[in-house]
């Protein structure tokens, strides 16, 4: 399939600003850079996405369970886990435009990116203002963000220095015996969060792809030690076909394996599930990872807190530490591949018998901000009260939009530009037979409907949202 065309996110982010799905944190102080604040179109989007992403992870399966974790965990968490002292990355600076960039994020110019290795520094080009090689010694650069808590800093017990979660499984783990002991949940089975996260990025940028401030849908999967590679395919499996099944296409996605780690390292085996993003300097981006973490955690937070974390088989007459399997996507970043997916452009006819070029965003119904319009054929004493009313009717079950303000054809236009399935035009002959047009939005197909019956229609096109 050929590359994104350069200009296709560019389009995605001016849409994306324009209509209401983002926009640049704190803009009236200059912004924060690499920082988005979500719109009312935005916040709907990434409610059905993480809605959707629940469905199937949680409520559609008899072997997970849900959680939310506390953001600020205890210090001891993340001397444990390994983050207070390996959560770091190489640090580069540019020698030519000063800026800085982890060393593992930098391509050689003339090889691109598509074997997903980073590029010897010397053949690295800066992608910020394109100098070959200029860079000074990598240096290690925390990912964590601190933060103080109590009355003042340095204060003894529950306060001092903290860190901000960098990822949602450590609040997992550290809940494991209470989940088992309540939910009454054995091997194999998970815990499912939906996490805000964050990380001391040195390059936030690329729109919503790599901010400091994230939210994080990860599902930790508890099972017998030796099983984890089975479970490592399937759910690298599952999670393909979520995304495959909400509408993005399977040539837009690929399974980048990570190298295996070395000897201490705690990870066993991790394979990203990219995304064609069409990010400046680089194809693809990273979507969700899934790994397998082996008992590395659960094994250091027993060893550290003296508890014990394991688990006894009653059935073997065993007691074993589970290994755990990671499926971690970020909902940012899903936010940003959805809307990225779903831009097109085509051509629609006009009232005055031509064609015009539209913006659509063809969003799975499930997904979409907005479910239906109502859109009253003109601004008219007889037909907006009829079509208010229908609106009013319809909210009831879902997200509708009431629109009477311009030409029909301009409406259309940009209902379809938010991803809008469904537009239904009350125009003057309801009045006489009490039936509307339903236009669907990818086909353009109109069809006319009783009024009584537009939710019944409604309800059949929308199931599942």
């Known amino acids: 399939m050929p590359k994104r065309a350069a200009t296709a996110l560019a389009d995605v982010v001016s849409l994306a600003r324009r209509r209401g799905?983002?926009?640049?944190?704190?803009?009236?102080?200059?912004?924060?850079?690499?920082?988005?604040?979500?719109?009312?179109?935005?916040?709907?989007?990434?409610?059905?996405?993480?809605?959707?992403?629940?469905?199937?992870?949680?409520?559609?399966?008899?072997?997970?369970?849900?959680?939310?974790?506390?953001?600020?965990?205890?210090?001891?968490?993340?001397?444990?886990?390994?983050h207070e002292d390996g959560f770091a990355d190489p640090l580069t600076e540019c020698r030519s435009c000063r800026q800085r960039f982890r060393v593992d994020h930098l391509r050689d110019g003339e090889t691109g990116d598509d074997d997903g290795r980073p590029a010897d520094l010397v053949s690295?080009?800066?992608?910020?203002?394109?100098?070959?090689?200029?860079?000074?010694?990598?240096?290690?650069?925390?990912?964590?963000?601190?933060?103080?808590?109590?009355a003042a800093e340095g204060d003894e017990g529950e306060g001092g220095r903290h860190h901000l979660r960098p990822e949602a499984a450590q609040g997992v783990f550290l809940n494991l015996?209470?989940?088992?002991?309540?939910?009454?949940?054995?091997?194999?089975?998970?815990?499912?969060?939906?996490?805000?996260?964050?990380?001391?990025?040195?390059?936030?940028?690329?729109?919503?792809f790599r901010t400091r401030e994230f939210e994080q849908m990860s599902l930790a999967w508890f099972v017998k030690p030796g099983e984890g590679p089975r479970w490592h395919t399937y759910w690298l499996e599952e999670r393909t076909r979520w995304y495959v099944d909400l509408g993005i296409?399977?040539?837009?996605?690929?399974?980048?394996e990570h190298p295996r780690p070395g000897p201490g390292e705690h990870t066993t085996h991790t394979v990203d599930i990219?995304?064609?993003?069409?990010?400046?300097?680089?194809?693809w981006g990273a979507l969700e990872g899934v790994t397998d973490r082996a008992d590395h955690d659960l094994r250091a937070h027993a060893e550290a807190s003296g508890r014990d974390l394991s688990?006894?088989?009653?059935?073997?007459?065993?007691?074993?530490?589970?290994?755990?399997?990671?499926?971690?996507?970020?909902?940012?970043?899903?936010?940003?591949?959805?809307?990225?997916?779903?831009?097109?452009?085509?051509?629609?006819?006009?009232?005055?018998?031509?064609?015009?070029?539209?913006?659509?965003?063809?969003?799975?119904?499930?997904?979409?901000?907005?479910k239906a319009a109502v859109l009253p054929l003109s601004r008219n004493a007889e037909l907006s009260p009829r079509a208010r009313a229908l609106a009013t009717e319809l909210r009831a079950s879902w997200p509708v939009e009431f629109d009477d303000a311009g030409a029909i054809g301009k409406r259309y236009r940009r209902q379809d530009e938010i991803g809008t399935p469904y537009c239904v035009t009350v125009d003057f002959e309801t009045l006489d037979d009490e039936a509307v047009t339903?236009?669907?939005?990818?086909?353009?197909?109109?069809?006319?409907?009783?009024?009584?019956?537009?939710?019944?229609?409604?309800?059949?096109k929308l199931r599942g949202c």
């Open 21 to 82: 799905f983002a926009y640049p944190s704190g803009e009236v102080y200059g912004a924060t850079r690499a920082a988005w604040d979500l719109g009312p179109l935005g916040v709907e989007l990434r409610d059905n996405l993480r809605r959707q992403w629940w469905r199937a992870v949680v409520h559609g399966r008899d072997d997970v369970v849900g959680l939310d974790a506390s953001i600020i965990l205890p210090p001891a968490t993340w001397v444990a886990s390994g």
């Open 124 to 150: 690295a080009v800066c992608p910020s203002c394109g100098t070959r090689g200029a860079w000074t010694e990598p240096r290690r650069f925390s990912g964590l963000l601190t933060t103080h808590v109590g």
């Open 177 to 208: 015996a209470n989940v088992v002991t309540t939910s009454r949940s054995k091997p194999p089975f998970g815990i499912a969060q939906v996490a805000t996260c964050f990380r001391n990025e040195i390059t936030p940028g690329d729109f919503l």
């Open 249 to 256: 296409d399977p040539d837009d996605l690929r399974h980048h």
């Open 274 to 283: 990219d995304f064609r993003f069409g990010l400046p300097g680089s194809e």
């Open 311 to 370: 688990f006894f088989d009653q059935a073997a007459g065993e007691r074993w530490l589970p290994h755990v399997v990671e499926p971690a996507a970020g909902l940012s970043r899903a936010v940003m591949a959805f809307l990225v997916a779903a831009h097109a452009t085509d051509e629609a006819p006009n009232t005055k018998g031509g064609v015009d070029q539209r913006t659509v965003l063809r969003l799975d119904p499930r997904l979409a901000p907005v």
């Open 438 to 460: 339903v236009r669907e939005r990818d086909t353009m197909q109109q069809t006319r409907v009783p009024l009584a019956g537009v939710a019944d229609l409604l309800a059949q």
